[in-house]
């Protein structure tokens, strides 16, 4: 309302491509890597079970980016209520 537009909306958040970063690299990317390990068909395996295999490992992948976004969601969330606490008990650089 600051410029009494309706056509446009704030972006409180941000693109924090800093944490979009960590988050593929350090924990998607590892995570995805877990489940071709996990769910790995071996040399023998036909292409309908090495595809039904990397259907899983995919799935494996995607639900710990799921779990990774919401845990970094609470965070963010528990920073709402605590930052003021935070930023007067922890000293400033």
Not at 30 to 54: C, E, H, I, M, R
Request: with cysteine; aromatic share 10%.
């Amino acid at each position: 309302t600051k410029e009494n537009r309706l056509d446009v909306t704030a972006q409180p958040y941000g693109m924090n491509t800093t944490v979009i970063y960590i988050t593929i690299y350090a924990i998607s990317l590892p995570g995805l890597q877990a489940g071709f390990a996990k769910y790995n068909p071996g040399t023998g395996a036909s292409d309908a079970d090495s595809v039904a295999l990397g259907k899983k490992a995919a799935e494996f992948g995607w639900k710990v980016s799921v779990a990774t976004n919401f845990i970094i969601g609470f965070m963010e969330i528990l920073g709402c209520f605590l930052g003021d606490l935070i930023r007067n008990t922890v000293p400033t650089a």
